[in-house]
């Protein structure tokens, strides 16, 4: 069974910090699978928020540009995001996903977990 599993989701005051971890199972985990992390705020169509290619190139949206990183473990199967300096714009459930191709931010087909909440409070 195929499993993506996010965690750390929270509620933090702005400027605060969170890491959000994706553990991955039940799939043939490859490093050649591009994995990224998106966003869905109440009301919002869900977007990109970073992702990171088979070689570790990574892209991030222009509105997390130095404050979130993205980053893989391929031997642990496993995803992170590190989130700093948080708004309260960066509020909404947080979703795992990993595929063979993307388009800007947007993981094709693949797999995607079920998602972790983050409210950040001003």
């Known amino acids: 069974q195929v499993q993506l599993v996010e965690s750390g989701g929270g509620s933090v005051q702005a400027g605060g910090s969170l890491r959000l971890s994706c553990a991955a199972s039940?799939?043939?985990?490859?490093?050649?699978?591009?994995m990224g992390w998106a966003r869905q705020a109440p009301g919002k169509e869900r977007e990109g928020v970073a992702t990171i290619d088979s070689d570790g190139t990574t892209q991030h949206a222009d509105s997390v540009k130095g404050r979130f990183t993205i980053s893989k473990d391929n031997a642990n199967a496993s995803l992170h995001l590190q989130m700093n300096s948080l708004k309260p714009e960066d509020s909404g459930t947080y979703y795992c996903?990993?595929?063979?191709?993307?388009?800007?931010?947007?993981?094709?087909?693949?797999?995607w977990g079920q998602g972790t909440q983050v409210t950040v409070s001003s």
């Open positions: 039940g799939f043939s985990y490859s490093s050649t699978l591009i």
């Open positions: 996903a990993a595929g063979r191709a993307r388009f800007r931010l947007s993981i094709i087909g693949g797999y």
